[in-house]
C-alpha cells in the first residue's frame, strides 16, 4: 500500500471502542492484526489490515471468515461489527453464507453497508445501510460517511433483528416454509459463516471489533410466523426489485402510534414516512412546532415529513426549518375560489352545492397549475380528489385536457404524484399518463386511524400501468431538495 494511501486510512482510524461489559462469552473473529482465519475470495487481495481495521479497497471480492471459531458454522448468534465507510461506498456483511471462490455469494443474507452509494450505471441503488438485503430493505440512512458506526445483528430461529447506531431497522421474522425473494438464490435461514464484502474500487470501507457471541442452535424467539398471502409476496418481490416500498403518507393520529407503526412497518417490511400536518388551522402553524415535531422523530427509523396545508404554509415557514424534513406534500384540497370563498374540498358544508360542475373543474385545475408552479414540494398527495358530489363523475369530469394540463405541471416541476390508498386515486388512466411524461410515483396511505393498510392500491397501478422501479420517487438529498433549489414564492 503507498504512504498515501497508508496515511488517508489511518488518518480515519480512532482507537478501537471496547465492547461493553459483559461481553466474557463474544469471541473476536479478527485479532487486529492480521487476517488469520479469513479466505478472500477471487483472488484480487482487495483487503488487507491497515492500522488494526479491515480495509476493503480493490475490485470486487468478498472475504469468508474461515477461522476456529465454531469451526466457522454459525446459526444462531449475536454479531458485532464496527464499520466506517467513504463517500459512495456500497459494501456489505453476509451471514449464513459459504465460501465461494469467484462471483456475489450464492447462499444466505447480506446486511447492506451503503450511506451514499447511487448505483451503477443506469441503476440506482436504494436499499441503505442495516438492510437485509433485498428481503427487509431500509431506504433512509442512519449512519454517516466519515465516520464509525456500530452494526449488531441478531439470528434466533427464524427471526433476523438489525440494528445500526442502536436503532434497530430491521425485524424479519421468515415464513414456514420459507419464501425466496429471487429464485435460485439460497437465501433460507440455515446457517453459515460471515463474509465482508468489496464491491468495487470505488467502494471503500474499513472494519473493525468484528466480534460474535454463538448462540444455542435450540434458541428460538417465540414470535408469530407471517401469514403469506400475495400481498406479501408482492412486497417482497418488490423489495428484492429495487422498488422503493415506502408509504410516504402516514399520520399519527386515531389512536396510531409511533410505537405502533414500528411495529406494522417491521412485520409488512414497509417503511413509514410519518408527516405532520403543517400550517393554518392546524396545530403546527410555525417554525416553534414544527421544530418540535423534528425534534419527537430524531434518531427514529422512518422518514419525516411536512404535510403542507392550504395555500398560506408558504407564509408560516422559514426555508430552513422546511428543509430539516425529509420531503414535503401538499394536496389540491384546499383553495379559494374566484369569489375569494376559501374551501376544504372534503368537508362537504364549505363545498356546498357545485352548480355548474364544468367551471368547477376549470377553477380546480388552474388551482392545481398554480400550486405546483410555485409551491416548493415533492409530491402531489390526494391527487386529482373531487368533492363527494361530484366524484361519481370522475371519469367525465377528468378530461384528457384536464389530465394533460396536471401531468404537465408535475414533470416540468419534478413533483411525484401520490398512488393514494386511502382514495384509491388517480385513476389508472391518469397514472398511464404520467408514467409517459416522466412524473414519478410515491405509495401514500392518509390514515386516519391505525389502519395503515399495505399499499393495496399502489401495487394495482404497478400491475395495470407496468410501474417500474425507476418509476418511483425518492427523498432528494440535502442541498437537492425543492425548498433550497426553488425556495419560497415571493409574496
Excluded at 324 to 329: A, E, K, L, M
Aim: charged content about 25%; some cysteine; glycine content about 8%.
Amino acid at each position: 500500500m503507498s504512504v498515501s494511501r497508508r496515511s488517508l486510512l489511518a488518518s480515519l482510524v480512532a482507537a478501537p471502542v471496547t465492547l461493553a461489559q459483559g461481553t466474557a462469552d463474544w469471541a473476536p473473529l479478527f485479532d487486529g492484526k492480521t487476517l488469520e482465519g479469513w479466505k478472500e475470495s477471487g483472488g484480487s487481495h482487495s483487503f488487507r489490515v491497515v492500522d488494526a481495521v479491515i480495509a476493503a479497497d480493490g475490485p470486487r471480492a468478498h472475504l469468508f471468515y474461515d477461522g476456529p471459531v465454531r469451526g466457522h458454522e454459525f446459526r444462531n448468534f449475536e454479531l458485532k461489527v464496527e464499520v466506517m465507510t467513504r463517500p459512495l461506498c456500497n459494501s456489505g456483511v453476509f451471514f449464513h453464507t459459504r465460501y465461494q471462490a469467484d462471483g456475489f455469494p450464492a447462499e444466505g443474507f447480506e446486511v447492506q453497508v451503503n450511506n451514499s452509494a447511487l448505483g451503477e450505471g443506469t441503476y440506482r441503488e436504494r436499499k441503505k445501510t442495516g438492510s437485509l438485503y433485498g428481503v427487509r430493505n431500509v431506504y433512509k440512512s442512519f449512519a454517516h460517511d466519515d465516520a464509525w458506526f456500530p452494526m449488531h445483528v441478531i439470528v434466533r430461529g427464524k427471526r433476523v433483528q438489525i440494528s445500526v447506531n442502536g436503532l434497530l431497522v430491521v425485524d424479519f421474522v421468515e415464513p414456514d416454509p420459507p419464501v425466496k425473494a429471487e429464485p435460485g438464490r439460497g437465501r433460507v435461514l440455515g446457517g453459515g459463516t460471515f463474509a465482508l464484502q468489496c464491491h468495487d474500487p470505488g467502494s471503500k470501507a474499513l472494519f473493525r471489533n468484528i466480534m460474535v457471541r454463538p448462540l444455542p442452535d435450540s434458541d428460538s424467539d417465540q414470535v408469530a410466523v407471517p401469514v403469506v398471502d400475495d400481498t406479501w409476496r408482492e412486497l417482497l418481490t418488490l423489495g428484492s426489485k429495487n422498488y422503493p416500498v415506502v408509504d410516504y403518507h402516514v399520520h399519527l393520529k386515531g389512536g396510531l402510534t409511533l410505537d405502533d407503526a414500528l411495529r406494522e412497518s417491521r412485520r409488512t417490511g414497509i417503511q413509514y414516512g410519518v408527516a405532520v400536518n403543517c400550517g393554518k388551522l392546524f396545530p403546527v402553524s410555525d417554525d416553534a412546532g414544527a421544530r418540535g415535531f423534528l425534534g419527537s422523530m430524531k434518531r427514529q427509523p422512518v422518514f419525516v415529513a411536512m404535510q403542507a396545508e392550504g395555500r398560506e404554509w408558504v407564509t408560516m415557514f422559514s426555508k430552513e426549518t422546511i428543509a430539516q424534513f425529509d420531503y414535503v406534500f401538499t394536496d389540491s384540497m384546499t383553495w379559494t375560489d374566484d369569489n375569494g370563498r376559501r374551501m376544504r374540498t372534503w368537508i362537504k358544508e364549505e363545498v356546498g352545492e357545485i352548480a355548474e360542475p364544468q367551471k368547477f373543474m376549470d377553477t380546480l385545475v388552474k388551482r392545481i397549475v398554480g400550486i405546483y408552479d410555485h409551491e416548493p414540494v415533492d409530491i402531489y398527495a390526494n391527487p386529482t380528489f373531487l368533492p363527494d358530489v361530484i366524484a361519481q363523475r370522475y371519469d367525465e369530469l377528468w378530461t384528457r385536457e384536464r389530465m394533460e394540463r396536471v401531468v404537465d405541471v408535475l414533470r416540468r416541476n419534478g413533483v411525484a404524484m401520490e398512488l393514494n390508498n386511502r382514495y384509491k386515486l388517480p385513476s389508472a388512466a391518469f397514472v398511464k399518463m404520467a408514467k409517459a411524461a416522466g412524473v414519478k410515483f410515491s405509495f401514500g396511505t392518509n390514515n386516519t386511524d391505525a389502519n395503515l393498510g399495505r399499499c393495496e392500491y399502489g401495487l394495482q397501478m404497478i400491475r395495470e400501468c407496468d410501474l417500474k422501479w425507476q418509476d418511483f420517487f425518492v427523498p432528494k438529498p440535502n442541498g437537492e431538495k425543492p425548498i433550497q433549489t426553488r425556495g419560497l414564492p415571493r409574496a
